[in-house]
């Protein structure tokens, strides 16, 4: 087995282009771009011979791009999608963690998930903290809205319809938190780079935007996991190089959204010839 190793890094405008290096002579090359869109468009020029990112994001672009793309293998690096609250807001987290615990109780949940076919990602409920105080005892709250940052850049979690309507999964699951909690929704939509810095600044109280818990990011801010995705592969139509598995990403030409999980999972790939 031949592990892979970081050679190369350039950065060029919004781009950076990584290039990754298999003792001998495979050699991948990881471009990162400012959204999961823009590393699509890249794959569908054929300037990327794949996208990795989240799953249930490639899965609904492979659907809806009327067979020119296809997803291949299964998900990988499975990891925990976070509500992400302040380090300075336990009486928020705590009334979070009720609320999504009160949704999978009355079925709004599971609802959430099955409307956008992601029912497989579900958790158990969460343990209900002892002493969650009323609204009007939390500062978040006191106003009776929840600002919630969110990158509405991510069907089917978060994007856009037709009508320039907030849908997906978090989103109907964020209304269903705030219907649990007896406050509306407040959104702020903005990159995913700057969520993390939003919520420890108090731009937002919460976020939620498929984002996944890893220990760089709970050292920033806190979590209230609610669904369990991983990373999956996006190629051309009949996949014309032949990629079944994250090690036959040596040697390609690979397109991830800068900021993300999956930078990290594609890190983790050993490769062979």
């Known amino acids: 087995m031949l592990v892979w190793r970081i050679a190369l890094v350039l950065v060029i405008g919004s781009t ?3 290039a990754m ?14 959204s999961t869109p823009r590393a699509i468009s890249e794959l569908k020029r054929g300037w990327a011979d794949a996208v990795v990112g989240d799953y249930p994001v490639v899965v609904h672009t492979a659907r809806e791009s009327m067979g020119t793309l296809e997803v291949v293998g299964s998900q990988f690096d499975t990891g925990m999608f976070g509500i992400g609250v302040s380090k300075s807001a336990p009486d928020l987290k705590a009334a979070i963690t009720a609320a999504l615990a009160k949704t999978m109780e009355d079925g709004s949940y599971m609802g959430a998930l099955r409307n956008w076919a992601l029912h497989i990602g579900k958790i158990d409920a969460p343990a209900v903290p002892a002493g969650v105080k009323p609204n009007d005892q939390i500062p978040q709250l006191a106003d009776g809205k929840l600002h919630i940052g969110i990158e509405m850049a991510f069907p089917p979690m978060e994007f856009y319809d ?5 849908v997906g999964a978090d989103v109907e699951i964020a209304m269903a938190l705030a219907s649990a909690l007896g406050v509306e929704v407040e959104w702020v939509n903005m990159d995913f780079d700057g969520l993390i810095k939003a ?11 498929a984002m996944t818990v890893t220990p760089e990011r709970e050292a920033q801010i806190d979590f209230v996991p609610y669904l369990e995705m991983g990373s ?29 999980s999956q930078i990290e999972a594609v890190r983790k790939i050993d490769c062979w010839k």
Do not use: W, Y
């Open 16 to 18: 950076q282009l990584l």
């Open 232 to 260: 999956g592969i996006l190629v051309i139509m009949g996949n014309p190089k032949r990629i079944m598995r994250p090690e036959h990403l040596c040697g390609r030409t690979v397109a991830l959204q800068e900021g993300t």
């Open 162 to 166: 037709e009508l320039k309507k907030p």
């Open 199 to 209: 919520v420890e600044t108090g731009q937002v109280d919460v976020l939620i935007s």
């Open 21 to 34: 290096g298999c003792a001998g002579s495979q050699e991948a090359v990881v471009r990162t771009f400012p």
